[in-house]
């Protein structure tokens, strides 16, 4: 099957015509000269036809005499027409130097002018130039300004999305939420503050350990209740949601300062969340705050060994640690300040061995230690201040043993030593002595029995001289 051809005598007749621009309208100057042989040989010319306008002018005042030539011609004649002919040529070769002259005058008048005309085409490039360069800056700048707006426009439908998938009844749907909310986080600069709140706000929401679910209520009839297997599988799928954000948290709080995706530097706000499980070996706190006030960790390992804490502040106020073990063994504390103030140590162990505290603050001040372990072993002191004031030692076991206190304040003024048994074996005071000022020692037992006093502690005066009931001093 052929196509069929097209109808020729439909298509509309286009014509361009190019015309040229006229010399007037030409932007360009214009030299308008002759030949320099047309215009010698019309200089010549004229010239000619004017001397002999004159001569004839001559005679014709004269009367137009006879002119009679002589049968000889004689010397001075001659000579004198000779003269006569000379002028003539010297005068036709003047008005063709006059011509010269004139033509190469013109010429350098012309080059002038073109070169003060491109002067001014470079001129006005330079200003295209400019005026191009401030159009593709403006074009980029709107561009730019259009990204971003689609930008953040895409960052908060993620954040709109992760949200509601964190709100979602599903657990897997909520793991995605999790991490779909770490993501824009890592990605979205701006708004990683805003990101990281709402996870934290995901672990201060109400939540019960799986162990604490097992626990099945007795009826009135004295026969135990089904264990509620769906209520079990919900707290666990929970706890690995939960177990996920602290995962996250603690995977960018590992990178290095320097790395833009470390969250080192932004607020975490856990108040009151329950905390039963996570690994924070090896996070950099290298500034603003994260706050652990009031707390509750128990049931599992929750290490911080090896942290570094470099800047900002870390905050356990009023926590709370049941049957846990965390551990802050080896850990650098060069500045902020990492506080335990009124916290409550019940079981469990908390331990600070091979720590090294070179500035910023430790502080317990006002915690209680009614059991467990608080262990400080092979801890070395050598700046900033660690603070033990008002802290009630009632139970457990505290140890110092093989510390080195050769610089910083370690302050345990006002303390309560009142149960259990707090040891500082092989501990070396060398330094800023350590302060015992207005502690009370009503119980349990403070053994200095084998530690090394270069520097002695500092204690207050006891009534007869005599030291109190269950504080062993070397060679007691």
């Known amino acids: 099957m052929e196509l069929p051809a097209p109808n020729e005598s439909s298509r509309p007749a286009v014509r361009l015509t190019v015309d040229s621009i006229p010399a007037s309208e030409s932007p ?13 040989s019309l200089a010549v010319a004229a010239a000619l036809v004017l001397v002999g306008a004159l001569i004839a002018a001559a005679l014709w005042y004269a009367g137009w005499p006879s002119i009679h030539r002589d049968e000889t011609v004689t010397a001075a004649a001659l000579f004198d027409l000779l003269k006569l002919v000379f002028a003539v040529v010297a005068g036709l070769g003047g008005v063709a130097a006059l011509v010269v002259a004139y033509r190469r005058q013109r010429v350098a008048e012309q080059t002038n002018a073109l070169a003060e005309f491109a002067h001014q085409l470079a001129h006005a490039a330079d200003l295209r130039a400019e005026v191009t360069k401030a159009l593709a800056e403006a074009a980029e700048e709107r561009a730019k300004i259009e990204t971003d707006r689609n930008g953040v426009r895409l960052f908060n439908e993620r954040f709109a999305k992760a949200s509601e998938q964190l709100g979602s009844e599903k657990a897997a749907v909520r793991l995605a939420g999790v991490y779909a909310m770490a993501g824009l986080a890592h990605d979205w600069r701006e708004g990683r503050q805003t990101c990281i709140d709402v996870l934290c706000a995901y672990l201060r929401m109400p939540y019960m350990p799986p162990e604490a679910s097992r626990e099945a209520p007795r009826q009135a009839d004295g026969q135990a209740s ?21 995962r996250l948290i603690a995977q960018h709080l590992r990178l290095s300062e320097l790395d833009p995706a470390s969250w080192g530097d932004v607020d975490f706000d856990l108040t009151g969340a329950v905390i039963d499980g996570g690994d924070f070996s090896g996070a950099v706190f290298s500034g603003g705050r994260v706050c652990f006030s009031g707390a509750t960790f128990g049931g599992l390992h929750v290490p911080f060994e090896g942290a570094t804490f470099s800047g900002g502040e870390v905050i356990f106020d009023e926590a709370t640690f049941l049957d846990v073990r965390m551990s802050f063994d080896r850990a650098m504390f060069n500045g902020g300040l990492v506080s335990f103030a009124g916290v409550a140590f019940d079981h469990g162990r908390v331990s600070f061995d091979g720590a090294t505290f070179n500035g910023g603050q430790l502080l317990f001040e006002g915690a209680a230690i009614n059991g467990g372990l608080l262990s400080f072993e092979a801890a070395v002191f050598s700046g900033g201040r660690t603070s033990f004031a008002g802290v009630v030692f009632g139970g457990g076991r505290v140890s110092f043993n093989r510390v080195a206190l050769d ?12 149960g259990g048994v707090v040891s500082f074996d092989g501990a070396m005071f060398d330094g800023v002595p350590a302060s015992f000022c207005g502690a009370i020692f009503s119980g349990g037992a403070v053994r200095f029995d084998e530690a090394l006093f270069r520097v002695p502690p500092t204690f207050s005066s006891w009534p007869d001289g005599y030291s109190p009931d269950g504080l062993v001093m070397p060679g007691g």
């Open 226 to 246: 089904i264990v509620d297997t769906k209520t079990a599988r919900t707290a666990r799928e929970e706890r690995e949601v939960r177990h996920s954000v602290i």
């Open 28 to 40: 360009v100057p214009a030299l308008r000269l002759w030949s320099i042989r047309r215009s010698i």
């Open 407 to 418: 610089g910083g304040q370690v302050l345990f003024d006002e303390a309560v030593f009142a």
